[in-house]
């Protein structure tokens, strides 16, 4: 089970689902810098640049994805990033 303070974070392709994970906290490269996402965020929805997407996962580890573009919604506590390109780092 997830702690309460977690966020639920997808990374989606055309292709597939290239990440589907519980966090503690988001970095996105927004269109015009970075946006760090932690748990209660206001709502959010935002044009992506190309760059590197750090997830501080909930078990401790760090992921880190590369996109291009895109965008990404924020909402209760769910990240939801939409992708032409997502490869692991």
């Known amino acids: 089970m997830a702690a309460t303070s977690d966020i639920h974070v997808s990374v ?18 927004a269109h015009d810098g970075l946006i760090g996402i932690l748990h209660n965020r206001a709502p959010l929805l935002c044009q992506l640049g ?7 996962a909930a078990d401790g580890k760090q992921r880190e994805v590369e996109i291009e573009g895109g965008f990404a919604q924020v909402l209760n506590n769910d990240v939801i990033v939409l992708t032409e390109k997502a490869k692991a780092v």
Request: charged content about 20%.
């Open 12 to 29: 989606i392709t055309p292709e597939s689902q290239v990440v589907d994970t519980n966090a503690t906290q988001v970095i996105i490269p």
């Open 50 to 56: 190309k760059g590197t997407l750090r997830i501080d």
